[in-house]
């Protein structure tokens, strides 16, 4: 009785340390989807003239059925993933980061990489040994401009992968375009 019960206790602990996992992935995915978000509203004054300027950006998690299809090409000025991924999550890709402003880019390759629900892990390894972890959401995103909230010019939704990219001195918000 006891080999059944250690047995069952052993299934029990393997299928939930699975559903943690699965909330965990999507915890930081909600996370990571937050942190891409930014609304930014100025207006400026001058005797007779006035200067209104509105940012809105705001994504949305995109979960596919089959992994695989979010393998291509992503791309944005200075950054660049080729990912391939197969239908079981695992992944592998190379690309490019700029890096210090418009000083140069770095060549990266993905290790360990990952695709649960919305979410890719992995490790960065750049040239030279160096190496990084990096998390990313497929999203889309949208992003409206105009004047304020009530005067909307323009509204564009993209798709694409979007990260973090965390510096001593700065943080930026990356979005790469599936091409």
């Not at 660049?80 to 060549?107: E, P």
């Not at 992003?143 to 564009?156: A, F, L, S």
């Amino acid at each position: 009785m006891s080999k059944f019960a250690v047995l069952i206790l052993f299934v029990f602990c393997f299928v939930l340390s699975g559903e943690i996992y699965a909330q965990d992935a999507q915890g930081r995915t909600d996370a990571l989807v937050a942190a891409l978000a930014k609304t930014k509203y100025k207006k400026k004054e001058k005797k007779n003239i006035s200067i209104e300027i509105y940012i809105d950006i705001r994504s949305e998690a995109v979960v596919k059925n089959n992994p695989a299809e979010y393998s291509g090409l992503y791309v944005s000025d200075g950054y660049r993933l080729d990912l391939r991924v197969d239908s079981g999550g695992s992944a592998a890709g190379s690309g490019y980061d700029l890096i210090g402003g418009n000083s140069g880019k770095r060549n990266f390759s993905l290790r360990d990489a990952r695709v649960e629900g919305a979410l890719l892990t992995a490790t960065k390894v750049y040239e030279g040994g160096a190496t990084e972890p990096f998390e990313a959401v497929f999203n889309n995103r949208t992003v409206t401009t105009g004047k304020n909230p009530n005067q909307i010019e323009n509204r564009e939704t993209l798709y694409g992968l979007g990260f973090i990219q965390n510096n001593a001195d700065w943080t930026n918000r990356v979005f790469l375009e599936l091409k």
